[in-house]
């Protein structure tokens, strides 16, 4: 059994910094994607970072670029997410994603707000 948990979202104000961080129980390896993805009421969930094995293996969505990096603990079985520069256009439920073999495992999300 696959499970995840987010913790570090919270209030902040435009300009301003967060870190999200995933915490993986159960049995994942160093070759399975990780990654954030975030939902705003009424849209659609959307990739916000995905890194692979490595730091080497990244991938950002085009709205975060140059503002979130992607970070992963292999041997803690963690990703993070380092968020500057924050917008309201931020304002979502993050959650944390493994792809482990095909199979997609999601934390309960948490919420981020970004007050103008």
């Known amino acids: 059994q696959v499970q995840l948990v987010e913790s570090g979202g919270g209030l902040v104000q435009t300009g301003g910094s967060l870190r999200l961080s995933c915490t993986v129980s159960?049995?994942?390896?160093?070759?399975?994607?990780m990654g954030w993805y975030r939902q705003i009421p009424g849209h659609q969930r959307e990739m916000v970072a995905v890194?692979?094995?490595?730091?080497?293996?990244?991938e950002y969505a085009d709205f975060v670029k140059g503002r979130f990096t992607i970070s992963r603990d292999n041997a803690k079985k963690t990703v993070s997410l380092q968020m500057n520069s924050l917008t309201p256009e931020d304002t979502a439920v993050y959650y944390c994603?493994?792809?482990?073999?095909?199979?997609?495992?999601w934390g309960q999300g948490t919420q981020v707000t970004v007050s103008s």
């Open positions: 159960g049995s994942i390896y160093s070759i399975n994607p």
């Open positions: 890194i692979g094995s490595s730091s080497s293996i990244v």
């Open positions: 994603n493994v792809d482990r073999f095909g199979s997609p495992y």
